[in-house]
């Protein structure tokens, strides 16, 4: 089964953060409060497809590019 | 004291809270990151101490003796940050003040302030600044916000589980803030207790180099020892060798740092974890609020959110032009009069047109202008205030990267519609330096509120006053053109530059999403007058004083030659009426003033693009600044002209003026729009220079920026006008 990332959820879904590809990003993203085991949920597509908006844990929303989404592993 | 703080976390409200009016601002010693700074009490008035809320400190409230003189303290207001490892500019600041004992504003304490509905990811930062061994009270705000998402937060729970003082606060409403002070006051006398231990201790983990380090440094928090080894690039009090010592020892020990703070930020969560459980108690689901997801839904759609994009600008717009034309015209009209008044009450003389040609001249200048800023700055801290600049940013991201930006751009290309300075100035949170020095180079493109006094006089001159489809101005439409030409220009212009200029860091963009909020008046107020304040007296002095140099420049010329010139038109027009003898003379002495010098010296230079030497005049003064331009205009014409016409505003003036070959008007289309077009592209603004300077530590991206923006705004200038006329 291949791994799937935030960037490849539908609008709505939720997904379990799971790991970080990138490390430099990772950091930033933990920070911020992007923790695995957190649940994560696509929200808002801005217009043309990027970039998306999610929230994490139910309450609070970051907004981030799809390629950056695309470092984020779920499950 | 220091107040430290996750961004949108109700730190600037507290700020505010506390220092009231008596707060400044001005710039961190040695860098330009914006310092605010203010005084409050520590101790209070005998009423306010009963306050019902039980203070959740372990002592009682009790009047000990305070450390600090005369109860003040001096509270700095730092940058929001996520974490104490900088991801900007701006954001360095902070370490770079909390790991040096011995800089000025080194804090006795630190309030920290949580949200409460976001406590996990507010507690991180806690637990680094704990980990500094900094004495710490913790103002727990935004507890409404968490309730109406079904969470409650306890307060004393949290205190015990952290061991620093908690305070309950609400710092929209100012409640609570009375026992802060008290457990501040706690923290300085050294009554409360502060926690032993590390939340996270580095020296678990690589115990050699941090024992090197606190030996090498003489230091003897570990956490701190870390800090020295992880940011000393951005430590000012560090010098070159002790710097590079430390790029020794990394070596040495084989440090990695990204892989150890991933490691050390997953390590605190997991210690926050239970601490978080115990504290906060969920009941039911939690979600955001459903207006806020109602919103965005409508506000980020791909049509609609760029149509209601579309529609604030225009608001933004049909406000700075047609609903602050009332006040301005009152204000024109009062500064007509007062001029007036002033010219007969004085004895005639030098001194009398000193007074009302040159300086109320020059005033009124400035003075027109005030209500379409205070509009306009009301306006953009609006859409700041309610969370809505955050979705302009997404929905524009993907727009602005086509041109080498960032979504994070638009605030600085929104905010250049004022002014360029602070635009430019808040540039600072585009973390990525490519992109923050390509918005740089592009912002004084946008249509500052310095380019509307002339955008306003010459579109009057030009443009039917008339009402399209019932209710938009055209006039107006014509003023939203202008600006759109700016913005076009300015995203061009980046396109161009980021072909040009190799980009070596790799893109970000990860932003937190506000929810939407209600703007706090009091804020928009604050933010509406600074900008007045700052614009009447900064550029009003500069104006001011162009106008009266310029008065000088107009009234006199080498040796005697405008008496010449006098008399010589004098027997010219003998047999005119004598008003025309008037007008002939005075225009003559002017043509052949110091001024009249200037303007005909670079004639050549701007005959091409329509212009005469009055205007070249008018060109050289607004170099400076380009509001002097209108200014220039007021005292040129009005030195030109009789008594009797002084009294006309500058508009109906420039109406007037012929063009002395042909007996046209002056200002035709072709002249208007070429000149409207000039001031849109050009760099005619010494501040924004000088900024840039700073900004970039160096004369070679404003000189850059200087030459291109003039020869875009000389061919485009030249282009209209040989198209129009």
């Known amino acids: ?75 | 004291m220091a107040l430290v703080g996750n961004p949108n976390c109700g730190k600037s409200s507290l700020f505010n809270q506390l220092t009231g009016l008596r707060q400044k601002t001005g710039n961190f010693p040695g860098v330009t990151v914006e310092r605010k700074f203010g005084t409050f009490r520590l101790s209070h008035a005998a009423a306010e101490v009963a306050v019902p809320e039980p203070v959740v400190v372990e002592t009682t409230p009790t009047e000990a003796p305070i450390s600090v003189s005369n109860n003040e303290a001096l509270l700095v207001d730092l940058p929001g940050i996520y974490s104490i490892y900088p991801k900007s500019y701006d954001e360095q600041v902070v370490m770079d003040i909390l790991a040096n004992p011995s800089h000025p504003d080194y804090p006795d304490a630190v309030i920290v302030v949580a949200d409460a509905s976001n406590l996990q990811r507010n507690l991180l930062l806690h637990s680094e600044l704990a980990d500094l061994g900094l004495p710490i009270v913790l103002a727990l705000n935004m507890l409404d916000i968490a309730s109406s998402m079904k969470l409650t937060v306890s307060a004393t729970q949290l205190a015990m589980q952290l061991g620093v003082p908690v305070v309950k606060i609400n710092a929209r409403t100012g409640e609570g803030k009375e026992n802060l002070k008290v457990a501040l006051r706690q923290v300085l006398n050294g009554d409360s207790v502060q926690p032993s231990g590390y939340f996270f201790d580095p020296s678990e983990a690589v115990p050699d180099l941090i024992e090197e380090v606190k030996q090498t440094y003489d230091l003897t928090n570990n956490y701190l020892a870390l800090q020295y080894v992880c940011q000393h690039d951005n430590f000012t009090f560090l010098d070159q060798p002790r710097r590079a010592r430390l790029d020794t020892l990394i070596e040495k020990y084989r440090f990695d740092e990204t892989e150890f703070l991933a490691d050390e930020t997953i390590a605190r969560y997991e210690r926050l974890k239970p601490i978080v459980a115990k504290v906060v108690k969920a009941e039911g689901k939690t979600e955001q609020p459903v207006w806020t997801r109602r919103l965005d839904r409508l506000l980020l759609h791909p049509i609609w959110g760029y149509a209601m994009f579309l529609l604030v600008l225009l608001v933004i717009f049909q406000a700075v032009f047609a609903w602050a034309e009332y006040p301005m015209n009152w204000l024109d009209a009062g500064m007509a009069q007062l001029i007036e008044w002033t010219k007969e009450v004085l004895p005639e003389g030098v001194l009398n047109d000193l007074l009302t040609d040159g300086l109320l001249a020059g005033i009124g200048g400035v003075v027109i202008f005030i209500p379409q800023i205070a509009f306009l700055f009301a306006l953009v801290s609006l859409l700041e205030e309610s969370g809505y600049m955050a979705r302009v940013m997404v929905i524009m991201d993907r727009l602005m990267r086509r041109f080498g930006l960032n979504g994070k751009s638009v605030v600085p290309l929104i905010s250049g519609v004022a002014c360029a300075v602070p635009a430019i100035m808040s540039t600072r949170s585009i973390n990525n330096r490519y992109e923050r020095l390509l918005t740089i180079l592009v912002t004084p493109l946008m249509s500052c509120s310095a380019r509307l006094p002339i955008y306003t006089i010459l579109i009057a001159l030009v443009v039917p006053d008339r009402t399209v489809l019932g209710f938009l101005n055209l006039a107006g439409l014509v003023l939203l053109g202008l600006y759109l030409l700016g913005l076009v220009g300015a995203l061009l212009s980046a396109w161009l530059f980021s072909t040009f200029i190799p980009r070596r860091e790799t893109s970000y963009f990860i932003l937190e999403m506000p929810t939407y909020k209600l703007p706090r008046w009091n804020h928009v107020g604050i933010m509406m007058f600074e900008s007045v304040k700052s614009f009447v007296l900064e550029a009003g002095k500069i104006i001011v004083a162009i106008s009266i140099v310029l008065w000088v420049l107009a009234s006199y010329g080498p040796g005697d030659k405008m008496e010449r010139a006098a008399e010589r038109a004098a027997v010219e027009h003998a047999a005119a009426s004598p008003q025309e003898k008037d007008a002939a003379i005075a225009s003559a002495q002017l043509e052949n003033s110091y001024a009249g010098h200037f303007g005909k010296f670079i004639e050549p230079a701007i005959r091409p693009l329509g212009y005469d030497w009055k205007i070249g005049i008018a060109l050289i003064s607004s170099f400076a600044a380009r509001e002097v331009f209108v200014g220039t205009m007021a005292t040129i014409y009005s030195i030109g002209r009789d008594a009797e016409e002084d009294v006309l505003t500058i508009k109906e003036k420039l109406r007037k003026e012929r063009n002395p070959d042909t007996g046209a008007p002056m200002y035709s289309t072709a002249v208007s729009f070429s000149l409207l077009i000039f001031y849109a592209f050009a760099m005619m603004c010494m501040s924004t220079l000088a900024v840039v300077q700073r900004e970039t530590n160096g004369w070679k991206w404003p000189l850059v920026q200087l030459a291109y923006m003039m020869t875009l705004a000389y061919v485009s200038a030249f282009v209209v006008y040989q198209l129009l006329s």
């Open chain 1, 1 to 75: 089964m291949s791994k799937r990332s935030v960037a490849d959820l539908k609008k709505g879904e939720r997904a379990i953060i799971k790991s970080f590809t990138d490390r430099p990003m990772s950091l930033k993203l933990l920070e911020m409060g992007c923790l695995p085991g957190s649940e994560i949920r696509l929200d808002a597509v801005a217009p043309f497809g990027d970039p998306i908006c999610v929230s994490i844990g139910g309450f609070y929303s970051l907004s981030l590019r799809l390629n950056e989404a695309a470092t984020i592993i779920v499950e």
